[in-house]
């Protein structure tokens, strides 16, 4: 009964993120989960479940990312791809509009050309998408 439980609750998370996600990102979701459970034990290390978020275009909070780990048993505990399933359902999908992201990058813009001086892209480079070649002034 369990295990059937289980498979229940699992399917159900799927669905929600799939519903929230796409079909798409959710298996892009389950496939960075199967390169990182490189033993094929069908779980990854808890140390590992925030820079699969984040590696994925998720940003939780560090509240969210402390709650996930304890869930996990700690960093050295053990997750699930339905676990990891469930923490991109409750971190939620980021929909950051344009305006919010012209809001951030102002400061860095002051010319108000839309471009990115190259200090900037130093510090943004490494962290997330790359940059193309024309975003720096």
């Known amino acids: 009964v ?4 289980a498979q229940v609750f699992a399917m159900g998370v799927k ?5 929230i996600f796409g079909v798409g990102s959710v298996q892009r ?3 960075a989960f199967a390169d990182r459970d490189r033993g094929g034990t069908g779980s990854i290390s808890g140390s590992e479940v925030p820079h699969l978020l984040r590696s994925n275009g998720l940003a939780p909070t560090e509240l969210q990312v402390s709650q ?3 869930e996990a048993g700690g960093p050295d505990g053990k997750v699930t791809s339905d ?3 469930s923490f991109c359902v409750r971190t939620g ?5 344009l305006e919010e992201l012209s809001l951030f990058f102002a400061p860095f813009d002051p010319d108000e050309k839309g471009l990115v001086p190259k200090h900037v892209r130093s510090l943004f480079g490494p962290v997330g ?3 193309r ?3 720096a002034i």
């Open 129 to 131: 998408h790359a940059f």
């Open 133 to 135: 070649r024309y975003s």
């Open 29 to 31: 979701f389950l496939d």
């Open 68 to 70: 996930y780990l304890a």
């Open 2 to 5: 369990g295990s059937a439980l």
């Open 83 to 85: 676990q990891v399933l």
């Open 15 to 19: 669905e929600d993120a799939e519903a």
């Open 93 to 97: 999908k980021d929909e950051s509009t």
